[in-house]
């Protein structure tokens, strides 16, 4: 499947030896490789995408959760239009930066007031620098796979986090470990930084029992629950969050509204976010040059306010449910090889195997023979619904799969 893939990708294979020679890997996004190498896109259309050599693919990955517009969308587009035209880089505060914080406070009760960044990473980092400021204390949890960009990665086999930051790495979904930690340090936490569903670990949902048990362990020691909310706010107009019915101290969000640019914020209580006016005696800075470009908060307001609407999040998200529903279904007709877990729109596929070698060649064949057949998603099994995907689309996902399933049951056996 790897000689395959070869072969009907020589463009890619030479583009990533151009980018080589002047970034390190070829790369400068490090989820975007793939061995042998990664498939490089050149332009892409609605839900379909044109790799360097000419083939065509239905995206079923949507730019790692932010391209649930698709890859054209004339009204964003005329927004961004608009913006560039009203002058850009004005050295000024924007009319619609103040907009686009209202429509997310509005639709986040945890948020009184918030902040723009250019990414989830960097919003990340301003909620985790304001939780130690304000408690005066040091020590943050956080979770075993738990991805919040950058250097604020917790996977296994991912170098240490080389910051000043104190971390407590414990076991997702481990209430128990989590309290022995409060029991044994509480009142030297300043944080507990979680996803309500763990994205880059694998679409790994967090249990009500443990964000909760969370919840009540910050509200007993005076710690902040900080929901990253990057991926999850999609789940509906008011995130994860909402469904779950859980009000964390601090959220963070970054991808879909930014309207398919750079976008990161971060909000909370007032009480905690105070200390960002530049007025406050001793106030925390956070002086972006692009945090309120106006093509950004043009584009995050116009998606806001017009495509990511209660109605069409909700449509995604039942959309996403029976869609992973029936991917299990196909695979456990199929013998169980795999099984994917997920939340609404966003999922992953993962190889059933004791030996975590099996596991990664047998996803990376399944990945191999959907990609020769037109499909794309990530490497690592995830999957992320876009709004233009549409039924006849993800009908014909699941019939192709079911093809390369009994294709691969007949040579197998
Ligand atoms: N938090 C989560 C949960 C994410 O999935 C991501 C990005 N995939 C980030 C934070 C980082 O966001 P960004 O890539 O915009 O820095």
Redesign the pocket.
Known sequence: AEQGYRDRTPQSATAQARAARVMPGGNTRS?LWAAPYPLSITSGSGCRITDADGHEYVDFLGE???GIFGHTCPALERALTEAHRGGFGLSSHTPYEADLAEELAARFPSIDLLRFAN??????LMALTAARLVTGRDRIVVFAGG????V?TFGAGNAPVNIPFEFAVLPYNDLQAVAQEFAAAGDRIAAVLV?PM???GGCVVGTPAFLQGLRTLCDDSGALLIF?????ARMAPGGAQERLGITPDMT?L??IFGGGL???AFGGKAEVMARFDPSHPEAIPHAGTFNNNRLTMAAGLEAVRHHLTPGALEALFERGEVFREALNARFSAQGGAFHVTGMGSIMNIHAVAEDPAVRRDRLRLLHFHMMERGYYFAARGLIALSFPLGEAERADFLDTLDTVLAAGRASSE
């Open positions: 989820s790692f959760t932010a990414s989830g990473t960097e919003a990340n991805y919040h960009g950058g604020l996803e763990q994205g880059a990253d909310e990057v991926q999850t963070t970054g991808k750079a976008f990161g």
